[in-house]
């Protein structure tokens, strides 16, 4: 790292020793200035193109640009990409905690859900297939807002494998969680219907099924201390 006329040059290298391998250096310098007007501090970030390798993958970041100052960050087009261009991360837009028209989004393309719900150590629930869709941040009534639209290949909820699920979700910024609705379609066309919300920081669950002949194994990660090796299909109303 070096510094000079209000410029940071940073390289930061990482890695882990985990089976599955995380490392890579990213590249970025930040300027720092003073907003006209108004004396507030503005941070202007400009990513260099990197690469690192994660789960296994080897992963591109392009060049971007991200700007923060008080209440406001703003970010132009940050990609990051696997070598194959076969999944990827997009956001771009502004997130303004002054004006609701300001819109954040995030594309994702064949997204390995699994690793990321492992990689955020979250043990209320797993979810594991392959995620593409969009994510919108922005301010709702002086709150944060975010919905959610994806479509989840190769669905595992708790390492059972489901089907393809459809799912919306949104933060519930006054009761600290996220809502999820959603369908589930399985290899024989039979549709599920999930209802329901996760609290991220209490780990909190709530989910109602409306199932049509289930895989109902993954309710082994709950049943464990009662019984071993439920297994079979269940049809009907259920809520955990």
Not at 80 to 99: E, M, R, T, V, W
Not at 190 to 196: A, K, P
Request: aromatic fraction near 10%; charged fraction near 25%; hydrophobic fraction near 40%.
């Amino acid at each position: 790292m070096d510094a000079a006329n209000n410029t940071v040059n940073t390289s930061v290298f990482f890695d882990n020793v985990d089976k599955k391998k995380f490392n890579g250096k990213v590249n970025a310098s930040a300027l720092f200035s003073r907003e006209e007007g108004t004396n507030k501090l503005k941070t202007d970030i400009a990513i260099s193109p990197s690469q690192a390798v994660w789960s296994d993958t080897t992963w591109v970041i392009e060049k971007s640009h991200i700007q923060i100052y008080p209440g406001v960050i703003s970010i132009d087009n940050f990609n990051i990409h696997s070598a194959l261009k076969d999944q990827f991360i997009n956001i771009d837009g502004k997130y303004s905690a002054a004006n609701p028209d300001d819109e954040m989004k995030i594309d994702l393309e064949n997204i390995d859900l699994e690793y990321i719900f492992t990689s955020l150590a979250i043990d209320a629930l797993n979810f594991g297939g392959r995620a593409t869709g969009t994510l919108l941040c922005s301010n709702v009534d002086g709150s944060p807002y975010a919905n959610v639209n994806l479509k989840v290949d190769d669905f595992k909820f708790n390492n059972t494998n489901l089907g393809l699920l459809n799912l919306y979700s949104e933060v519930d910024e006054k009761e600290k969680k996220v809502n999820m609705k959603g369908t589930i379609l399985d290899k024989d066309s039979r549709l599920t219907n999930i209802d329901g919300f996760i609290n991220p920081l209490t780990q909190e669950l709530s989910m109602h099924f409306d199932a049509d002949k289930i895989d109902i194994a993954f309710l082994n990660k709950y049943a464990s201390s009662l019984f071993n090796n439920v297994k079979g299909q269940g049809t009907g109303k259920v809520h955990f």
